[in-house]
């Protein structure tokens, strides 16, 4: 069996793979401040109730975009497994060139997302992970990231709205049928919601347009269902994506050490 631990801003997620396939699949808070007792005994507890072994565990692998989690997850790993995890960086996979100014500030989810898009389609493509932030990450046919796009994701956006102003409510992420609000609640559905639809579609139409429209798009993350007038614009709209890309990297780095 597999773990993968992917570490966002909101959440920690957690991948049980085997038999070829996500059986399981856990989400923690990502709480930096918290030691890496607290982490083990939340994955013990996880694993006590799916009625897991840990000692069936072969292959950790770990992303993470909080710094300052990412020791606090590697000790946590280390202690319980007994070996360090693979921890994804932008030099970790080698057959993915990365192709920006500064490759150690694209995040190692992204890494992991264009891994599995590349992986599966050897073909020009942007993966949209619709988390936290909403990101746009361009791999080439020819195993090439060729850059990332960001803008705030969707809770971001409704919850800077609501902490910003005074008489706006926070408001559930459902898809309004029109784009006149004819209340405060459906009005800023409205805007969000509709007004990301077009956000992503334009991006995706831009994407394309740079690489001579040859380019197929994917959708990942928490959110990535909310959207759905959107899915047709995807080939694949896959919440367990970037764990894909983890499991990947994981698999290729256990051979080579083998």
């Known amino acids: 069996m597999l773990l993968a631990v992917d570490a966002g801003n909101t959440d920690t997620v957690f991948g049980i793979w085997q038999n070829e396939e996500w059986t399981h699949i856990f989400r923690t808070r990502s709480l930096p401040e918290e030691s890496p007792n607290y982490f083990e005994s939340k994955l013990r507890l996880h694993f006590l109730e799916a009625d897991l072994a840990l000692e069936n565990i072969t292959i950790t692998v770990l992303s993470s975009v909080v710094p300052p989690l990412t020791p606090t997850l590697r000790t946590m790993l280390s202690n319980l497994f007994g070996e360090p995890p693979v ?21 190692s989810d992204l890494v992991a997302n264009a891994v599995a898009a590349f992986t599966k389609y050897n073909r020009n493509a942007v993966v949209v992970d619709f988390g936290t932030a909403l990101t746009f990450t361009t791999v080439s046919g020819d195993g090439r990231i060729l850059g990332v796009a960001i803008a705030p994701g969707l809770k ?40 990301y639809e077009s956000l992503v579609r334009g991006m995706v139409t831009r994407i394309r347009r740079e690489l001579d429209g040859d380019c197929i798009a994917l959708a990942t993350g928490g959110l990535s269902s909310i959207i759905d007038t959107l899915h047709g614009e995807f080939v694949e709209v896959n919440r367990s994506l970037t764990l894909d890309g983890l499991r990947i990297i994981g698999e290729k780095v256990k051979q080579k050490s083998i």
Do not use: M
């Open 87 to 107: 921890v994804v960086g932008p030099d970790i996979y080698p057959d993915l060139k990365v192709e920006i100014d500064h490759p150690h500030e694209i995040g």
């Open 156 to 195: 971001t956006a409704v919850k800077a709205l609501f902490s910003n102003t005074a008489q706006l409510p926070e408001v559930p992420l459902k898809l309004p049928e029109s784009a006149i609000g004819k209340n405060t609640t459906h009005a800023i559905q409205a805007g969000i919601l509709l007004g």
